[in-house]
Nanobody, 120 residues
Framework: QVQLVESGGGSVQAGGSLRLSCAASGYTYCMGWFRQAPGKEREVVAVMYTGGGSTYSADSVKGRFTISQDNAKNTLYLQMNSLKPEDTAMYYC????????????????WGQGTQVTVSS
């Protein structure tokens, strides 16, 4: 069993920055960030293979968001810069124990979600 505890959401103006954190308990093979805006499907933001650091980022956030990890703290981060109103969503941390994927259905463990609101 893996438990994920997220923090770091909030409200910012367009162009601002936020950093999300996700502390994990237990072994993970892959961790990632997904987001879901009202009335929309959950979508991948960024994913990281925790064993080697390989990452994937959605085209919509490339160059603005950076996924990283602190192995010593077993914590995943999402640094979000140059935020846009369209980034407004509930952000979820996810973890899987066997493989990486950009599909939310592949992940067994989820955090409670943290709200990110970007105003124009």
């Amino acid at each position: 069993q893996v438990q994920l505890v997220e923090s770091g959401g909030g409200s910012v103006q367009a162009g601002g920055s936020l950093r999300l954190s996700c502390a994990a308990s237990g072994y993970t093979y892959c961790m990632g960030w997904f987001r879901q805006a009202p009335g929309k499907e959950r979508e991948v933001v960024a994913v990281m293979y925790t064993g080697g650091g390989s990452t994937y980022s959605a085209d919509s956030v490339k160059g603005r968001f950076t996924i990283s990890q602190d192995n010593a703290k077993n914590t995943l981060y999402l640094q979000m810069n140059s935020l846009k109103p369209e980034d407004t969503a509930m952000y979820y941390c996810a973890a899987g124990r066997f493989y990486c994927s950009t599909y939310a259905q592949a992940y067994n463990y989820w955090g409670q979600g943290t709200q990110v609101t970007v105003s124009s």
